[in-house]
Every structure is written in C-alpha cells, then in structure tokens.
C-alpha cells in the first residue's frame, strides 16, 4: 500500500556532529515537506521540496523523485535540533491528504 | 512569514461539553485543516477547507464539525466531548490551488485533556 517510511526511528549524537535522516515513499509524489516538531509540539516548516535541493544554513533536504527518496541533512548540530523531524508526502495516486512518516526522534547532548 | 495561531496551548474540559477550537491564519490563504496527533498513531486528519463555508471530511470526522465563516478563520467543534478525543491538535494552512500541492504551515497547537 502507500506509505511513507523514515529511518532511523531514534538518533542520538553529541553536539557537533552530522546527521542524515531519510524518508522512502513508495509511489510518485506531487508535494514533499519537511518539518521539525519542537518540545512544545509545534510542526516547523523546514523544506517543501518534491525535487531537487535546496539548503537553509545548516541544514539541506535532498529529494530524488525517480527512487522515491528524500534525505535531510543536518551538519554541525545544536541542542536546539533535538526534537522529532516528520516527512510529509501527497501522492500523486490515491486519496488527497498529506501523508506522515512516523518521524526520526534527534536527541543532541551537549 | 505566515502566523497561524491557535486559541489555546493547553485545555481541559470534562466530558460531554461542547469545545471550540480556533485556528486564525493572517496570509489569507484559501485552505484549512484541522488534525489530531496521537502518540504511535502519527497525524491524522479530521476536517479540511478551501474555501470559506466549504468543508470537507478527512479520515476521523467522528465526533467533530467544523466551521469556516471567515476565509482567515477555521474552528474546530467537539460537540459532546469524550475521553478519547485527548489529543493534541494542529491546526494548518496553505495557499490557494490544489488544497494539497501546496507548503502547509502550522500552527502552534492546542493540547486537550478531557476528563
């Protein structure tokens, strides 16, 4: 069936260190978002990316709609990133909605 | 940048009251959405809106109406509240076209406890 997957589930990492969080869908998609959710449960638009790259500062999401795929990618991470990062996709098939993956919960320490 | 905001951060009401949720969007963006997010559950739509007294049910209408009188503005409406509507709730917005082709941008949610 459609589904978004993302991976890993959890990550730990020392303050300073890279990260790469991966998102899988399994059909062509119209609109690919990422966002972070903060400790008080606010959904912080990071990228609306359904192609290509694009990169804010630290961060950078990378989507390739022909594998079904997107990557973000934080360097140099804060405590400020810990948090849980959701990928969110309409499919170009199917019902109208914007699908969530399960989300990859970052704990930095410092 | 857009500012979607939402009455209440924290709410708690008893069971069987009717509870409003309002969400206020200042971009005047044509599309509204209303979820809930449940832990192992994920989001989770209810109700959504492209246009001002449009409404469309999503995958949980159950227990919910809402109600969009003003394009900036989308309530959400639990008519008799229960238990298992304890949820936090996350309100959306995104501009016009095709209600779900567009970026949408969130709101700061509310959390209800329902006793």
């Known amino acids: 069936g459609i589904q978004v997957e993302q991976s890993p589930p959890d990550l730990i990492l020392q303050e300073g260190a890279n990260s790469t969080l991966r998102c899988n869908f399994s059909d062509s998609v119209n609109n690919l978002q990422w966002f972070h959710q903060n400790p008080w449960g606010q959904l912080i638009n990071l990228f609306y990316?359904?192609?290509g790259t694009k990169q804010n500062g630290r961060l950078s999401a990378t989507t390739v709609a022909t594998e079904r795929y997107s990557s973000l990618y934080i360097s140099s991470s804060q405590t400020t990133d810990s948090g849980v990062y959701f990928c969110?996709?309409?499919?170009?098939?199917?019902?109208?909605?914007?699908?969530f993956g399960q989300g990859t919960r970052l704990t930095i320490n410092p | 940048d857009v500012k979607v905001t939402q009455s209440s951060r924290y709410l708690v009401k008893r069971t069987g009251e009717k509870v409003f949720l309002e969400c206020v969007q200042d971009m005047d963006h044509e599309n509204m959405f209303w979820y809930r997010q449940d832990p192992g559950l994920g989001l989770r739509l209810i109700y959504f809106?492209?246009?001002?007294?449009?409404?469309e049910k999503g995958d949980i209408p159950e227990g919910y109406s809402v109600s969009r009188e003003k394009k900036e503005r989308f309530s959400l409406i639990l008519e008799s509240a229960s238990t298992n509507q304890t949820s936090m709730y996350l309100c959306a917005s995104s501009p016009e076209g095709t209600a779900w082709r567009n970026e949408q941008f969130f709101g700061p949610g509310t959390r209800l406890t329902v006793l």
């Open positions: 969110a996709v309409e499919f170009q098939q199917g019902a109208q909605k914007l699908v």
């Open positions: 990316i359904p192609s």
């Open positions: 809106s492209y246009d001002v007294k449009m409404k």
